[in-house]
DNA sequence: ACGCTTAGGTCAATGCGTTGACATAAGGAG
DNA sequence: CTCCTTATGTCAACGCATTGACCTAAGCGT
């Protein structure tokens, strides 16, 4: 037999102290086996070091740094996300869909969402959603640049909005927020804030999710100046 | 003379090791100068320390932790950008104008754009804010719930993309972000990615903020809903 | 078979936020 | 004036991400 090296780009790995062999593959999956460990919020470099059994320092030889790590991580969960969707004969109906499931994935691991939303994976799998959306614009009748310009702010409010439900899932802290706001409410002066006043027993319903409601808003932005089928 | 302890809640203050009796408000004018400095995020605690001429963990006395002391200068820049607003009888144009406040405000200080999307500050300017702006959908003719509801819906959404915005000003990885970007467009196969391909004379415009397509999108929606004048 | 180069594993050290134990002076009580 | 309580400053230590120096064996050319 010829030796191992054929088809991996990496060769001369040396085993660790204890015996491991190290490849990238191997340190996503227990990132991902940290991250989804739980406790939550398990993964941290040294843990990692632990888990595969080689000094934390090694994984700087296979990634930059923990970004880039979790980068690596959020382009296979972009993958994830998008297998299974199959965009129907309705642009706006898809676009909903795809909006509910990137915002599904990112609540799904909430310690990469702040890195999704901000970051370029520059993997494949994100130039393909890209396109899929892109080509559902296109479908309703936008101009090319209008179909670049809408999706690009289209798909950056349904990310950042995604992170940010995300981030209130994270700790405890948010737990001591909103007592903090309920407190704030029950307080406020009619004088002070008069309008705030008006509405009072309609401020409780600030707890849920402002993201269905953002969505619909931008859907029906996008319907109202695309040119659609009845326009001129 | 009396004792000093006359106005101050805090009492029995000792002088640090330096001889700086230690305040919240010199705490924070400290940190807001760390913040503020040439290389830009030089805060830290233990140089805060070193600034005020103290432990770093005396800070712990003052403040939870770092978050709490954040949110703490997050609520005076809050009433800064407050500060001199005065809605129009325009809803649309006052909201705009609010979005574009917070928006710049926030790109000022990316070190607290996250903290201020995320965090509710519980802090007078805050409620002030939202105040004004229920106030502006309730004059668009909304009712009180709806009024709610769709504010909560544009605040967050603007927090959010402006914290977007803030995160992509921080250090250099985003520029080899843009790289891989322009990279990826620049060899992408018509094959796998038909529509990009169909648009790509016009990606390039991908590095603007999406910003205001949002903004505008944001309050086109809410005209389209609002109940105005010309309504029914 | 032998030596060279060097990828990659390891170690030690940096500065970070945070915490628990400890020390001490401020200020009230008598 | 003296004593006691306790707020608050200080110190040492933790685990964190990251980095530079080192060391060693993998796999090449000969």
Avoid: C
Avoid at 17 to 42: F, T
Avoid at 133 to 158: E, K, M, N, T, Y
Avoid at 180 to 196: G, I, M, V
Wanted: proline letters at 8%; glycine letters at 8%; a negative charge.
């Amino acid at each position: 037999m010829a030796t191992t090296r054929a088809s991996s780009g990496r060769v001369r790995r040396r085993p660790t102290r204890s015996g491991v062999v190290l490849e990238p593959e191997m340190i996503i999956d227990a990132a991902l086996r940290l991250i989804e460990a739980p406790g939550g919020n398990a993964l941290t470099v040294r843990r990692l070091g632990v888990e595969l059994g080689a000094d934390p320092s090694a994984i700087y030889r296979y990634f930059r740094d923990l970004d880039a790590l979790l980068i690596a991580i959020a382009d296979r969960l972009i993958s994830e996300t998008l297998a299974g969707f199959e965009p129907g004969p309705d642009w706006k109906a898809a676009l909903r869909e795809m909006g509910r499931g990137v915002h599904d994935s990112m609540l799904r691991h909430p310690r990469l969402a702040q890195l999704r939303a901000i970051r370029f994976t520059a993997g494949p799998n994100e130039l393909r959603a890209d396109d899929i959306g892109i080509g559902l614009l296109l479908s309703a009748g936008f101009s090319a640049p209008d179909a670049v310009r809408h999706f690009r702010d289209f798909i950056d409010a349904v990310l950042s909005l995604a992170a940010m439900d995300a981030a209130e899932l994270a700790p405890g802290q948010e737990e001591a927020d909103k007592e903090a706001l309920a407190r704030a409410y029950a307080t406020l002066s009619p004088e002070d804030y008069p309008n705030l006043a008006a509405v009072r027993d309609h401020l409780p319903q600030i707890t849920a999710s402002p993201f269905p409601g953002v969505l619909e808003k931008l859907i029906s932005a996008l319907a109202l100046a695309a040119p659609g089928p009845s326009a001129p």
